[in-house]
Structure formats: structure tokens, C-alpha cells
């Protein structure tokens, strides 16, 4: 019997991280009125809040895991391209998702934190561990996925655990299917009309939607990075759901490049510009989201 590999980051460690990222987002609160955005190449924004929430972040991993790569939303391309291909574990961090929505003054910014395995032979890492905070609403999700360990994802809505509970993804049939999706890209879209109930949230706060049982799938249509998707498929693995691409017929695909413990995250895939969605299973298949689904639905109306 294979030994399982050594944890990467211990449980001593996984507090002092968690604590730092509390840390960051109070400084990220406290910075927030009158903040000023530029605008980078790719059209997004970003702040000095951003800057500084990184190197705390990328100072804290750099003290817990000396000498593993991290690869940063505001690190240089250069940096990027070196992290991303190391063929050590590799860190990923976006330390203010939902710049847009921060800068607005609005409440569903977070920070973003996975830790993915070196790569295998096929360069594909797994995911290992992921962390979001959303600092206003002081939410903090983590979900621990190494060898050996209890790997469910948990909400901390106090420091230290206080109000810890873990979470489960579920499978409900209501009436109508409770949709989060982004304020402009709209994945419910893709559902039967008069099927679903859909509301906007901002970047990974459709997720927690689904993690916390207000909503039943949570869909994304614009492009999305390592340090988005990471973070979230740690947290939805860990609840017992999967993430799925959805392909151009938009069905979720069926051999499945999130939610199956690996990632195709080398040079050339670590930008993902394909839709997913997250839920339970079998809400895929309820309602039509699935190839499979949809081919078994196609034999039994011919078979009539």
C-alpha cells in the first residue's frame, strides 16, 4: 500500500494563515472609502489596497512554506510564468476578488487562497487545501483536502472557530431552483424559462451561496483564473458538491476537468476562458445541465 504524501501545510500552520487573512481584511475595510482603482491591460481594476493585501499574503506563505512558488492575481508576468511552472506545490492567492465591487463600496469582496500539488507526470496539480474570506461580512471558508485529514469545508464566523460548522452541499427540489450568477454574466441563461429564481452576487460569493444553502447552483460565464477557481473547487469538493465546465451546447462536461481531485493547471491552461457551475451532482442532471442527462432523456422520447 502507497504511503500518502506528507502534509504540506500542518494544522498549526493552516490557523496562522487563516489569521493572517482575517488581518488583511481588516486592513482591506479600513482602506476602503475614497479608495482610488487604475485600470490594468486586461480592463480590470486595481487598487494599492490590492498590492499591499498580496505581499502580506505572499510574506505570510513565505514564512510558513519557505521556498514553495506563489502564484499572485498582482505578480508580474515574469513571476507568473515562473511559479506556474515549478514543479513544486504551488500557491495561488487573488488577494482582493471583486476589486470593481470594493472600489464601489460594496460588500462582497474576498481573498482568495489554495495550495495545489506539485504537478503529476500529465503537469496536472490537485487541489490540496483553499481558503476565502469575505472580510465585511466576516465569512471565512476553508476546506483542508491533504492526505490524512478531515476534508470538509468549514465556515469560521468568529476567530478561533467559535461558530465553526461544516458545510454540505445538497440536493434540493423545490419548486423553482434558487440560481446565484454575476450581476452581468448570466448563466441562468442556459436553464428552462420559468424554472428558476435567479439573484446577482459578486465573484466567489455566488459560491458561498451554495455552501450555505441559499442557493441551489451557483454559474459563472466570464473568464475566470487559477486563483479564482481554485480556492472555490477546495470548498465545494470539501462540501461534497462538483464544479463542471460547461461546453458550447451547455452541458456540464462529463469528463470532468474540475471536481475529480486534479487540476490542468500548467503554462498554457492556467487561465480558464470556459463557463462552470457548481452544485450538487445531481442538480446537474435534474436540470438538463448534463450530456448524459440530456442523451438519456433523447433515447426514452424515442422509445416512445
Known amino acids: 500500500m502507497r504511503k500518502p504524501a506528507p502534509r504540506i501545510l500542518s494544522f498549526e500552520n493552516r490557523t496562522a494563515l487563516l489569521r493572517t487573512m482575517r488581518e488583511v481584511g481588516a486592513y482591506q475595510c479600513a482602506q476602503q472609502s475614497g479608495i482610488v ?6 480592463g480590470s481594476k486595481v487598487t494599492q489596497v490590492d498590492k499591499e493585501s498580496q505581499r502580506a499574503l505572499i510574506a505570510k506563505i513565505a514564512e510558513l512554506t519557505p521556498n ?5 492575481e498582482e505578480s508580474s508576468q515574469q513571476d507568473q510564468v515562473r511559479a506556474i511552472t ?4 504551488l500557491w495561488v492567492i487573488d488577494p482582493l476578488d471583486g476589486t470593481a465591487s470594493f472600489v464601489d463600496g460594496y460588500d462582497q469582496f474576498g481573498i482568495n487562497v489554495a495550495l495545489l500539488s506539485a504537478p503529476d507526470k500529465d503537469k496536472e496539480r490537485r487541489v490540496l487545501f483553499g481558503a476565502v474570506y469575505f472580510p465585511k461580512k466576516d465569512e471565512m ?11 470538509k469545508c468549514t465556515i469560521l464566523q468568529t476567530e478561533g472557530g467559535a461558530k465553526s460548522r461544516p458545510l454540505l452541499v445538497k440536493h434540493i427540489v423545490d419548486d423553482k431552483l434558487r440560481i446565484a450568477e454575476g450581476y452581468k454574466d448570466k448563466g441562468s441563461r442556459r436553464l428552462p424559462e420559468n424554472t428558476f429564481e435567479a439573484a446577482p452576487y459578486t465573484g466567489g460569493y455566488r459560491s458561498a451561496q451554495v455552501l450555505k444553502g441559499e442557493a441551489d447552483l ?5 473568464p475566470s483564473a487559477i486563483w479564482d477557481i481554485a480556492p472555490l473547487e477546495a470548498l465545494i469538493r470539501g462540501a461534497g458538491g462538483v464544479m463542471r465546465v460547461l461546453n458550447d451546447k451547455g452541458f456540464a462536461n462529463n469528463s470532468p476537468y474540475f471536481g475529480a481531485n486534479r487540476h490542468r493547471y500548467d503554462q498554457e491552461n492556467w487561465f480558464q476562458n470556459r463557463p462552470y457551475v457548481c452544485g450538487h451532482e445531481l442538480l446537474l442532471y435534474q436540470v438538463g445541465l448534463s450530456e448524459q442527462r440530456s442523451a438519456l432523456s433523447s433515447e426514452k422520447a424515442q422509445a416512445r
Open 86 to 89: 515549478s514543479p513544486q506545490p
Open 37 to 42: 482603482s487604475e485600470t490594468k491591460t486586461d
Open 141 to 151: 471558508f476553508f476546506a483542508d483536502l491533504q492526505p490524512e485529514t478531515f476534508a
Open 68 to 72: 514553495l512558488p506563489v502564484l499572485g
Open 218 to 222: 451557483a454559474m459563472f460565464d466570464k
